[in-house]
């Protein structure tokens, strides 16, 4: 078939015709007709490394900054060598004596410290001369171009402040005007929550220097002294930040700890900001990064920023139908709650977890956190620290999918570091060989259990199947890439040490079979016989799944490499002695290895249906009674008052969408707006009588959403596999297959019309119509790497 060029693709399809041209404002922005009154309303931009979140105030204006290496604590000891000795008393409690509340009481004795916390850097405050009243304000964050920006008049002059966290320069910078020359005058200050100074630096400079606190207790933990300080320089971490201020048109002075800019019509200020980390020094680091981009003008930065930014976020487009309203995205968000549908605004959530994701992990920088690199706090929700047991892996659910595989090379950076450290836990803990990581992890890489030895639940402290979980992150990567360098060099030897470690934990248990113990299914309770509340048991469904995925990986990679034929053999047989997946009293699959009731049936997290999502063992085509039984569990998860946080519900989206039911999933979609979305579009996460940030909802409502679009786990490319009513027409470009394909597909009334696929290898690629069409001229296709494929839909 002769393949169109990119302008006949979009004219065959009528929902395709406006794309986005300079005269059409762009559909990827939010904004608002007041400032931020508090943090969670405030906008952010990031580069991966420096954050901010941009207030957009009319007689001040604050930037919350922060830095992705300010942690608090140090490199430390956190193994138990007594725990290993305990976990023959666990195993015995839970396999032979059934006592699973008292095998709960020994796991406490297995747990290490708690970790520590992600940091604030410092405040960035404006404070303005004006005597007038303001009016046309407006406050935007646009994603296409990752800039944040504030306008209004006052004083018979319009006022605009651009602000941008460049990946082109490693600066964080504001631009300042009045169309009034002269009239532009305000002063500047820099100041930190954390142990700091500030002074001038320069005519026209501020540095301010710090050291974050040693240890900072979890914010769920009670403590007379939750932060704390210490002289010796090595127990926690120096930091800088430095302000530079070129105005035009007027005078700029620097007094102690304050800017002030009299009389200009322009100002550009720029941030650097490093750490200590790694033995480096933040001051001469952040003095670098200014002198680096002194030469460049306000235009020249904001063109590289841009170019930057747009060749990651323009790979994918996307149209559900009217993208762009009149109404503010506060405004939209509400009529959303109120029941007027709006699926411009779902594309738009789309749009922004695919940004968040651009502005808060690329290679070189630390991977996103709990709260993507953005936190005003000393002592923030759990840490904000890298929870493992979906929380972190979901931030990267969207990262292969939506066409932005490079922003996963900080995770491979975490799991790499995390190993080194997860070997040593393993053999000091266990006396196993391979890595282990538990249920938290933070900048200094903690890999044994948490809890305080002691304090922590068992089902969260001492859970130690995070390694395979990351693993399967790795794994993906190739199937999405077929880089078998990377296999090769770095994949393959941690999945293989994982596997390792999860072959020396598996145990027999009565019927001759291999399971694990201690088992937990992530956070949850189970009733025991007799009515008790317990958590820890053997072979939960959630623990089988993880490890069946990684033997596998491991089994399939060391074919492809002609590595390791023993360990293939060992992991061969391991697989066929793992229990069977169950299917419980009401149909349900099972969570536990025994049918055992929930103690709160509508509990957020659904572990046991990891093989249905992110997973891919229960497919309608294979293991179709226990993809069935998957749908019964979501059934009464969600009946049950489930999914009720925004990462949860995300999480139930993509379960809807591998169920192919895209009006369920589609009602998920509109909970997580109306319930689970702050102003910003931060997901948000219930937290006593009000809401706190956290970022994994914005991540997994993408990658779910994505889904929706296009699966390719089940051994085909499928094309809407879950498109729900509520969009008849629309287009999506660029998403990503395995086998590293890019697509692009339109649809009206509701029925595919065509589609294009771009190999990046050449292959041959099963392909899967929507229920009830067919593929014109064939549904296997061979493509050859670099190539285009355009397909129409019949039937």
């Not at 720029?270 to 235009?299: D, M, P, V």
Request: proline share 6%.
């Amino acid at each position: 078939m002769p393949t169109p060029t990119r302008r006949q693709f979009l004219a065959a399809v009528p929902a395709a015709a406006a794309l986005r041209g300079a005269e059409a404002p762009s559909p990827w922005v939010l904004w608002y007709r007041t400032p931020a009154e508090k943090w969670t309303d405030a906008l952010p931009v990031g580069n991966g490394r420096l954050g901010a979140m941009v207030f957009g105030g009319f007689e001040t204006e604050r930037l919350q900054l922060n830095e992705d290496t300010l942690w608090s604590g140090y490199k430390r000891e956190w193994n138990n060598p007594e725990a290993g000795k305990y976990l023959a008393e666990v195993r015995r409690l839970v396999l032979e004596e059934e006592d699973y509340a008292g095998a709960d009481r020994v796991c406490r004795k297995m747990q290490g410290p708690y970790n520590q916390s992600y940091q604030p850097l410092a405040d960035l405050d404006l404070k303005f001369e004006m005597a007038g009243a303001v009016s046309g304000y407006r406050r935007e964050l646009d994603l296409d171009t990752a800039i944040a920006r504030t306008t209004y008049q006052a004083d018979g002059a319009t006022i605009t402040r651009e602000v941008f966290a460049s990946a082109a320069d490693p600066v964080i910078v504001m631009h300042v005007s009045s169309s009034r020359p002269g009239s532009l005058s305000f002063s500047a200050d820099l100041k930190s929550l954390l142990c700091s100074q500030t002074r001038a630096d320069g005519p026209d400079a501020l540095l301010l220097t710090g050291k974050a606190p040693s240890h900072v207790e979890p914010n769920y933990v009670n403590s007379d002294k939750p932060v704390l300080y210490d002289d010796d320089p090595l127990k926690g971490m120096p930091f800088a930040c430095r302000l530079s201020v070129h105005a035009a048109g007027g005078r700029v002075a620097s007094e102690g700890g304050r800017v002030t800019v009299r009389g200009a019509q322009a100002a550009t200020l720029r941030i650097g900001a490093a750490t200590n980390y790694r033995g480096g020094s933040g001051e001469r680091l952040s003095a670098a990064h200014l002198r680096q981009t002194a030469g460049k003008s306000y235009g020249a930065l904001r063109s590289a920023h841009i170019a930057e930014h747009q060749k990651l976020f323009r790979r994918v487009d996307l149209n559900l139908g009217a993208r762009t309203s009149a109404a503010a995205t506060d405004e939209r968000l509400q009529a959303v709650k109120d029941g007027k549908p709006d699926p411009g605004l779902a594309a738009l959530y789309f749009q922004y977890g695919r940004y968040l994701l651009i502005s808060s992990s690329r290679p070189g920088t630390q991977a996103a956190n709990l709260q993507g690199i953005w936190n005003d706090l000393v002592r923030p929700p759990w840490s904000s620290n890298y929870t493992a047991n979906i929380n972190v892996q979901m931030n990267y659910w969207p990262a292969e999918t939506c066409n932005l595989g490079e922003c996963a090379k900080p995770l491979f950076d975490l799991i790499e570091e995390l190993a080194s450290s997860g070997r040593e836990t393993a053999r000091v803990n266990y006396g196993l060989p391979g890595w282990v990581s538990h249920h938290n992890v933070d900048l200094w890489r903690q890999s044994a259990p948490v809890g305080n030895f002691g304090s922590g639940a068992p089902t969260w402290a001492n859970w130690q199947m995070s390694a395979p979980w990351f693993c399967s992150h790795l794994w993906e990567h190739y199937l999405f890439t077929g880089d078998k360098e990377f296999l090769r060099q770095r994949a393959y030897p941690l999945m293989k040490g994982a596997a390792e470690f999860c072959l020396a934990w598996l145990i027999p248990d009565k019927q001759g079979r291999l399971t694990t113990c201690p088992s937990f299914s992530t956070e949850n309770t189970f009733l025991a016989p007799g009515g008790k509340k317990a958590q820890t048991s053997a072979g939960c469904t959630m623990d089988l799944a993880l490890i069946r995925e990684v033997f596998a990986g491991v089994r399939e990679a060391s074919k492809l490499l002609a590595v390791d034929a023993d360990l293939r053999a060992r992991l061969e047989a391991a697989l066929g002695r793992l229990p069977p997946y169950q299917v419980g009293k009401h149909g349900q699959l099972q969570e536990w290895s025994k049918d055992f009731d929930e103690a709160e049936p509508g509990h957020r997290h659904m572990s046991h249906m990891y093989p249905l999502y992110p997973g891919a063992e229960f497919t309608p085509r294979r293991n179709a009674e226990l993809w069935r039984a998957a749908r019964v569990s979501l059934e009464r998860r969600i009946q049950a008052g489930g999914a009720y946080t925004g990462w949860s519900r995300a999480w139930a989206i993509a379960f809807w969408a591998r169920l192919s039911d895209g009006d369920l999933a589609h009602e998920s979609l509109t909970k997580l707006l109306t319930h689970s979305t702050g102003p910003n579009l931060f997901d948000t996460h219930p937290a006593g009588k009000g809401w706190i940030f956290q970022i994994d909802g914005n991540f997994g409502g993408t990658a779910a959403l994505a889904e929706m679009l296009l699966q390719s786990h089940d051994g085909a490319i499928e094309f809407l596999p879950a498109l729900p009513k509520a969009w008849p027409e629309g287009y999506v470009k660029g998403l990503r297959a395995r086998g590293g394909v890019e697509v692009d597909i339109a649809w009206a009334k509701g029925r595919a019309v065509q589609a294009e696929l771009r190999p990046k290898l050449a292959g041959e690629f099963v392909l899967r119509a929507p229920q009830g069409q067919k593929i014109r001229p064939a549904e296997r296709v061979k493509l050859r790497a670099g190539g285009r494929y355009t397909i129409t839909f019949g039937g």
